[in-house]
């Protein structure tokens, strides 16, 4: 998917998502034969249940066949974070120090891609991980991935 239909989705789904009391953590999107698959990742304070993802995928699905963004036929799946949730956004990282996690670099720093450890601080321009006693930071358009570890 190009980064600039993902961006498209995010912005036209995510108020929607919002306005009913959740929050979107993430989207994956899947392209196959004649077919997509749409997948959103949503939650809340308290957690989310089968019937909070049944709300927002029929609010979705109204609003996807009014504005037919993608250019295919499509399955939409809502679904809970799980453990290892995505953080994707600076609000994400604020909400989560303290926590174990893994980050992806979207380029090699001095041959290390991936780092493990304890979110430390988040930031307008970044983070800052402890990983393994050492102080490692991070600016948001360096990562390619970041999750909870665990």
Known sequence: MSATLRE??????????ERLGYELVDL????GRGSALVRLYIDRHGGVGIEDCER????????????DPIPTAYTLEVSSPGFDRVLRTRAHFARFAGERVFVELATPREGRRRYTGTLVAAGDAGIELDVD??????????????RLAG
């Open 56 to 67: 927002v995928s029929r609010e979705v699905s109204a609003l996807l066949d009014v504005e």
């Open 133 to 146: 006693g050492e102080r490692v930071a991070v600016r948001y358009e360096e990562l390619a991935k970041a």
């Open 8 to 17: 498209r989705l995010i912005a036209l789904i995510e108020p929607v998502i």
């Open 28 to 31: 994956d999107y899947g392209a």
